[in-house]
């Protein structure tokens, strides 16, 4: 057989090679889907397995539909972090959570686009990040098309929700009170009990 040498151009040939760097230095952005999945599987309440944050905080669109008002200003769903990492990044360098990771960790390290059939028309590696990948093995592109397709609805029905939200808070300040906080962003998600 034929031996394939990578494509220097091709954004394909990836390996990950679990370094952990994505781990310490992203701070994935999550729906209330994963918060959830999140929550199932370590049995932690929301507020040791998440956190709401600012702007400082986080490299992020300020058009993103993913803000969230609450009465300390704009805020973003992530994953905790505790001593410059991810909560859930064990001391073996690797997920402790990898089944129930959020889509973003799925679908890292790349920026896509889907077109009108659901198929990946664009994929570029995200820029930021000293990902150490090898490029000595290529990814499934149609399983990761069937991944961010399927993060895509997740991440649809999330906005959806977090716009009700906002509007809501927007008619709050307009009407002269504060918004709400991020606990009660997190009640009206179903993230916490009522
Ligand atoms: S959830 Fe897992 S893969 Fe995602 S940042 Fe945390 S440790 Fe890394
Ligand atoms: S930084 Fe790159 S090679 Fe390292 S764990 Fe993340 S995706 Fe894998």
Redesign the pocket.
Known sequence: MKKRTPNPFSPLWFRCVACGT??HE?L?VITDADARRIMKATGLPVEEAVALVADRAIEFPKSAPDWVVTDRGPRVLT?RRRGGK?V??GADGH?S?YEA??DT?RLYPYAWELDAKGRVRRLSFISGIRCRRERDATIDLAAYSALARQEDATFDAYAFKVQIWNEDQQRRVRAGRRAETAREFLRFMGLLGT
């Open positions: 994505c781990c992203g994935p994953v991810c859930f990044l997920c959570i990771r959020p960790c």
